[in-house]
């Protein structure tokens, strides 16, 4: 017999312990090399643990226990082949149930009490993301996995079918219903309140008049999908803008050390992305050196990795500046929280077509609010309200992008 032990694997080097948020795989089951066995919480990331053998499943911790760090939470029967039997069938039933295999089938039998296992009605990792996508619960959908687990494919028939379900009324009861904050939610709960007791947090805001980049987006969008495979989208315009901004204005991308201020001659620009899981802030590094299309790939796939739970601890941390988009949810104006240990961050709103003068007349414009959280401990109004100045410039005369920051006839002048 080859047992394999699995061990909690290290999520990072300040990390100790971590939660064991969900069993994928049953005790007793049979597993391939490479499956995943459970999902893991730490106070930054989930990860997965994964078989390194085929065998039987033995599970040594339970879901929502506290581990460390190289624990052994299960171990795989590497002897065991097949299908493993579960735990519940001793030799006297298996007997019975090769019995009846020989046996005549017996038409129309009475469907045999089924013992629900950890497994039925629960998501697989892929069904419970499109579950999570279209708003299903796991009650509304019938599982035919092994032992009922509820598969991809079960999702997307009942979505074909336009099955319809009875909504859970709401009100009228004095019920309630409690749910254990998970590690990352805990986590992220400490820093908000730390940013604002620690930080002299203030926000300035302003107006960008979207007009010119969206006619831009509009003109090229078609020859951009074709030349680099993908969407050009409005982000890459914010993060090219704020890495030229950041340049002229290095106390907005620097950050306090003690009795010490940092200052980054690079820019590494945070994107906060909106999970199952919680907020994630994957980095884009070297951002300044970035084209458009670097920009659109890279946070194409740091935001898959953050949604599917397979982002690194390395690829969320040593940021210098964030950005945080509220528009896609609808929101008009906000004041973003910063995200320590850097001095500022820039929150992007939805566009709203809105009245405005421009020169002399009313014109209806696409009109975007911007907000700048900042730390006035290490960065001053009038910079603060600079830098978002300097962005506002970027986004209304895109063509200054080419010159970091200058206006174009000044270049060819020598001015």
Known sequence: MAIIEHKVPSPGESITEVVIARWIKSD???????????????????????AEESGALKILAQEGDTVKVGQVVCSVDTSVKGEAKAKTDTPKKQEVKQEEKKSEPIPNPLPAKEEKSYASGHPSPSAKKLMD?????????????????????DVQKALATGFTYNEPVFGGTREQERKKMTTLRKKIAER??????????????????????????????DKFQEKFGIGLGFMSFFTKACTIALQHYPAVNAYIDGDEMVFNNFCDVGIAV???????????????????????HKIKELAIKA???KITIDEMTGGTFTITNGGVFGSMLSTPIINPPQSAILGMHNIVERPVAVEGKVEIRPVM??????????????????FLVKVK?????????????KDPQEVVLGL
């Open 28 to 50: 007793g089951e049979y597993v391939e090399k490479d499956d995943e066995l459970c999902e893991i919480d730490s106070d930054k990331a989930t990860l997965t643990i994964n």
């Open 133 to 153: 996508e279209k708003g299903i619960s796991s009650v509304q959908i019938t599982g035919t996995g092994k032992d009922g687990r509820i598969t991809k494919t």
């Open 192 to 221: 908000l309140v730390s940013v604002k007791n620690e930080t002299a947090m203030l926000t300035t805001f302003n107006e960008v008049d979207m007009k010119p980049v969206m006619d831009l987006r509009k003109k090229y969008k």
């Open 274 to 296: 909106s999970t199952p899981k919680g907020l994630m802030v994957p980095v884009l590094r070297n951002a300044e050196t970035m084209s458009l299309a670097d920009i659109e």
């Open 307 to 309: 949604r599917d739970g």
């Open 369 to 386: 609010y911007v907000a700048l959280s900042y730390d006035h401990r290490i960065i001053d109004g009038k910079e603060s309200v600079s």
């Open 393 to 405: 410039e970027m986004i209304e005369n895109p063509a200054k992008m080419l010159f970091n920051g």
